[in-house]
């Protein structure tokens, strides 16, 4: 492989690893402010290209990248680094806000079934009643 074919290919892996990176920034930004619906993860352009590029790196031999020249190859490291960072970033944001609106739900839907749950009295059959069928009851989405 010469390195004009091979040059092409990297460019284009660091072009869509820096758009990547700066979508990730933004939904970082994003989450830090409470802005869900800010989002452009889900923006179908943008999954479009992580597919892209998820079949260009996968595609990608080392190769290329060590017989580039050093200023490309410093610049192909450096991106692929950053790009690794805000994705793990990303992923960690994201699994605290699963996390704390799933502790939510399940807290409003604990005390709820506290409230409708029966008084016990004092007699030879207390009140009995089958058990609730929780959270999902309760949730309007699903």
Same mark, same amino acid.
């Given at each position: 492989?010469?390195?004009?074919?091979?040059? %092409? *290919?990297?460019?284009? +892996?660091?072009?869509?690893?820096? !758009? $990547?990176?700066? &979508?990730?920034?933004?939904?970082?930004?994003? $989450? *830090?402010?409470?802005?869900?619906?800010?989002?452009?993860?889900?923006?179908?352009?943008?999954? *479009?290209?992580? #597919?892209?590029? =998820? !079949?260009?790196?996968?595609?990608?031999? %080392?190769?290329?990248?060590?017989?580039?020249? $050093?200023? +490309? !190859?410093?610049?192909?490291?450096?991106?692929?680094?950053?790009?690794?960072?805000? $994705?793990?970033?990303?992923?960690?944001?994201? #699994?605290? &806000? *699963?996390?704390?609106?799933?502790?939510?739900?399940?807290?409003? /839907?604990?005390?709820?079934?506290?409230?409708? /749950?029966?008084?016990?009295?004092?007699?030879?059959?207390? =009140?009995?009643?089958? %058990?609730?069928?929780?959270?999902?009851?309760?949730?309007?989405?699903?």
């Amino acid at each position: 492989m010469s390195d004009i074919q091979d040059q %092409p *290919k990297i460019e284009r +892996l660091i072009s869509m690893a820096e !758009r $990547l990176v700066a &979508v990730l920034e933004s939904d970082i930004a994003a $989450l *830090k402010a409470g802005d869900v619906s800010a989002l452009r993860t889900n923006d179908p352009e943008v999954q *479009k290209l992580t #597919a892209l590029y =998820g !079949r260009e790196a996968q595609g990608f031999d %080392p190769r290329i990248a060590q017989s580039a020249p $050093l200023d +490309l !190859r410093t610049r192909f490291m450096t991106i692929t680094a950053r790009f690794r960072e805000v $994705l793990q970033l990303h992923g960690r944001l994201l #699994a605290r &806000v *699963k996390n704390a609106s799933e502790g939510m739900i399940r807290a409003i /839907a604990d005390e709820v079934q506290r409230m409708n /749950a029966p008084t016990r009295t004092y007699g030879p059959r207390p =009140g009995q009643q089958p %058990p609730s069928a929780g959270a999902m009851v309760f949730n309007t989405v699903i």
